[in-house]
């Protein structure tokens, strides 16, 4: 089965920037819907963004909309996630999601998750 492996973590001051990477490993993850979740400590699992397998369609929750960007380079197999204008609110583990279906990963019903990175943003 296909394994998710996110990376790029770490800390940064309120107004910083980081990227985040999710990779295939062990298998390709080609023709699936990729896209990224987060978790704060004791919160609800919460949809980020999402991206069709061609990249064509993107999604954004309206918290991020404007700062973060999804993207994905099939030929490396991964997934990309550039956040901007960081916030403390932002500080959280984002775990990377893929399904064959685009509908699974916006809904957080993914047939495959990373083991998450961890995002702190200080104020």
């Known amino acids: 089965q296909v394994q998710l492996v996110e990376s790029g973590g770490g800390l940064v001051q309120a107004g910083g920037s980081l990227r985040l990477s999710c990779a295939a490993s062990?298998?390709?993850?080609?023709?699936?819907?990729m896209g990224w979740f987060r978790q704060a400590p004791g919160k609800e699992r919460e949809f980020v963004t999402a991206?069709?397998?061609?990249?064509?369609?993107?999604y954004y929750a309206d918290s991020v909309k404007g700062r973060f960007t999804i993207s994905r380079n099939n030929a490396k197999n991964t997934v990309y996630l550039q956040m901007n204008s960081l916030k403390p609110e932002d500080t959280a583990v984002y775990f990377c999601?893929?399904?064959?279906?685009?509908?699974?990963?916006?809904?957080?019903?993914?047939?495959?998750w990373g083991q998450g990175t961890q995002v702190t943003v200080s104020s």
């Open positions: 999601a893929a399904d064959r279906l685009a509908g699974g990963v916006v809904a957080g019903t993914s047939d495959y």
């Open positions: 062990g298998r390709t993850f080609r023709g699936y819907a």
């Open positions: 991206i069709s397998w061609s990249g064509d369609s993107t």
